[in-house]
């Protein structure tokens, strides 16, 4: 994205950002959405937009497509982005904002990875572990038809949605696959939602990086996940590769600065998904 993409972000920005989700995300209610979360929100679309990662798991507020996509309509009338963009709906349960390019090639690549870079917490393990041959073609399948509909489901415009109806589908682990994690959790359906991470020492990744498009000091976070700090070194080299295709992406861009990564080790008495 060149410089000429924010010609049109005047001063005001910040106060025309945290006004249009205000606005548009509320329902239709007076909804006061703190003006940091608004810019934050902003900013991972933005993010979105620059290609520094495929998608955002809307969790906010109650609105659904078509007030996101009246959200999206401000931001554009703002200059912040002119790039297309996919909203995908899972089964009224999620709704996830794409860069349909990105996450198209996110879903392929973990396709075609060996070792499959699932990560099976359930409830009856003793300790986190990689998926099995078994469990992780099933994740395959389910990641092949979802790839599948979002090469059908994108349409021209600047913004297309679709809405995908899952077959079984452990929808923590696309939702990782999604967001770019480079490891994903999951877990058996058939043991309910619960999982072995309690009290279990997990390495938690962050990448920032600040958005003077937005508003000068900004800092938004690109990207948090978490691995199991004794399945890390399973994992070296997938979060070596993630590191470096983030750094590649945000060499290409514009609208960030100064990229920071770190991790850091927590326990937790229960870790939901």
């Known amino acids: 994205m060149g410089p000429e993409a924010g010609a049109g972000l005047a001063v ?4 025309l950002l945290v006004a249009a989700a205000r606005e548009e995300l509320g329902g239709g209610r007076r909804w006061r959405l703190p003006a940091a ?3 934050q929100l902003a900013g991972e679309v933005l993010a979105v937009a620059a290609g520094l990662k495929p998608a955002l798991l809307y969790d906010c507020g109650a609105a659904g497509p078509a007030e996101l996509r009246r959200y999206l309509s401000r ?3 703002a200059g912040l982005v002119p790039h297309r963009l996919h909203l995908l709906r899972v089964e009224g349960s999620a709704l996830l904002l794409l860069h349909p390019a990105l996450a198209r090639r996110r879903v392929a690549a973990v396709l075609g990875a060996h070792p ?7 409830a009856g393990r003793q300790r986190p572990a990689l998926c099995g041959p078994e469990e992780a073609e099933a994740i395959r399948g389910h990641l092949a038809a979802l790839l599948a509909h979002l090469g059908a489901a994108e349409a021209a415009g600047p913004v297309s949605s679709s809405e995908v ?3 079984g589908w452990n929808l923590c682990t696309v939702a990782g696959v999604l967001l770019g994690y480079p490891a994903a959790y999951t877990f058996s359906l058939e043991q309910g939602t619960e999982n072995c991470l309690a009290l279990t020492p997990l390495r938690v990744f962050t990448a920032q990086a ?3 498009r937005i508003k000068e000091g900004l800092r938004v976070r690109i ?10 070194a399973e994992l070296a080299e997938v979060l070596d590769a993630w590191c470096e295709e983030l750094r590649k992406a945000f060499s290409a861009q514009r609208d960030f600065v100064d990229l ?8 937790l008495p229960a870790v939901a998904l």
Request: glycine residues 0%.
């Open 12 to 15: 005001s920005a910040p106060r």
């Open 116 to 122: 499959a870079p699932f990560m099976d917490v359930s």
């Open 75 to 77: 931001l554009r009338e």
């Open 165 to 167: 109806v899952p077959a």
């Open 210 to 212: 600040l958005c003077p």
């Open 37 to 39: 979360r608004a810019l």
């Open 260 to 267: 920071q990564i770190s991790s850091e080790v927590v326990t």
């Open 223 to 232: 990207s948090s996940f978490s691995i199991p700090e004794s399945l890390c």
